[in-house]
């Protein structure tokens, strides 16, 4: 069975700062993949970024980047530079072979930004 | 245009009543999904769809159903409505073309049941 923790309820940053998320993952597969999405209060789902268990290179995209470390079984979203629009519950995910290629949600941080 | 569409957005209904969410996408993929999103909780996943011919349960599908009546159309029911089925409902698609088969959700639906 696949499971994803984030222990983090709430996190809190000031605006133009840098934020780690964590997310640790639990999967028998060797093939599988990490996904991170973003909810703001409008209550959309946003996909992030991805991480192939295979890439060999963390994952990046524009102020977002993954911080995989595959021996200890963690994908942590790394934000850049934080803006007030980054508050939002951020969802860690993923999908692997003994799924069936659907999605394992973790229960998600709830970021913060300040002025 | 939105690529994942899903009616209604909001609704209001009481116990023991049937309700459709329907779930429209026109970005062309093969792979649809259902899910529930708890406070707390995250997301689960209802019922999943790999093709039109392809209808597979999901780790909450008790007191659902589903129906795909075309590759781009969706469609999770509720039988027989209870309060516990009070949540935020979403579709999402993915494409059959390898990783990262990423999912891609619809704005939700946020279900009420008195």
């Known amino acids: 069975a696949q499971k994803i923790t984030q222990t983090q309820p709430g996190m809190f940053v000031q605006e133009k700062e840098a934020v780690t998320l964590d997310c640790t993952y639990d999967t028998s597969d060797q093939s599988y993949g990490l996904f991170w999405y973003k909810q703001p209060s409008s209550g959309e789902m946003i996909f992030l970024i991805y991480q192939g268990s295979y890439d060999e290179q963390n994952a990046t995209e524009g102020r977002y980047s993954l911080n995989f470390q595959k021996a200890r079984k963690s994908a942590n979203l790394v934000i850049s530079a934080s803006q007030l629009g980054d508050s939002a519950m951020y969802f860690c995910a993923m999908r692997g072979v003994s799924g069936y290629s659907t999605l394992t949600f973790g229960k998600g941080t709830m970021l913060l930004v300040s002025p | 245009d939105a690529d994942v569409t899903q009616t209604p957005r909001n609704r209001i209904t009481k116990t023991g009543k049937r309700i459709m969410l329907e779930c429209s996408q026109t970005k062309g993929h093969d792979r649809m999904y259902w899910y529930r999103q708890d406070p707390g909780l995250g997301l689960r996943l209802i019922y999943y769809?790999?093709?039109?011919?392809?209808?597979n349960k999901g780790e909450i599908s008790d007191g659902y159903s589903v129906s795909r009546q075309a590759q781009a159309k969706f469609s999770l029911s509720l039988e027989s409505a209870i309060p516990n089925q009070t949540a935020l409902y979403f579709c999402?698609?993915?494409?059959?073309?390898?990783?990262?088969?990423?999912?891609?959700f619809g704005p939700g639906t946020r279900l009420t049941v008195l």
């Open positions: 999402a698609t993915s494409d059959l073309g390898g990783p990262p088969d990423t999912q891609y």
């Open positions: 769809s790999f093709d039109v011919k392809d209808i």
